[in-house]
Nanobody, 124 residues
Framework: QVQLRDSGGGPVQAGGSLRLSCAAS????????MSWFRQAPGKEREAVAS????????AYADSVKGRFTISQDNAKNTVYLQMISLNPGDTAMYYC?????????????????WGHGTQVTVSS
């Protein structure tokens, strides 16, 4: 059974940093793409960052460009999201997602697997 275990969230003050991790297990193949989404209370889930696993090509939402960095460690089947210069607008539940097929990276419906989420709370 495929599992995505996302972790690393927590409370942080504005201007601080966090690193989220997403450890994949139970999948014998290779995911085409792995991404991070977030959802704040009362808002829709939004795509934050993505990595095309074969070539390591990354993509980011405009709101996090220059502050967030997605990376992968293939040996550990883990994807990371390094977040710096956090602000209260980044407060949300962050979800790791993976897919085996194509589609636009921001399309949540194109992802086959999801983590349970890790909460990030940024205080001012």
């Amino acid at each position: 059974q495929v599992q995505l275990r996302d972790s690393g969230g927590g409370p942080v003050q504005a201007g601080g940093s966090l690193r989220l991790s997403c450890a994949a297990s139970g999948y014998t193949g290779s995911f085409v793409r792995m991404s991070w989404f977030r959802q704040a209370p009362g808002k829709e889930r939004e795509a934050v960052a993505s990595i095309y696993t074969a070539g390591g090509i990354t993509a980011y939402a405009d709101s996090v460009k220059g502050r967030f960095t997605i990376s992968q460690d293939n040996a550990k089947n883990t994807v990371y999201l390094q977040m710096i210069s956090l602000n209260p607008g980044d407060t949300a539940m962050y979800y790791c997602a993976a897919r085996t097929g194509g589609g636009t990276w921001i399309d949540a419906g194109s992802y086959n697997y999801w983590g349970h989420g890790t909460q990030v709370t940024v205080s001012s």
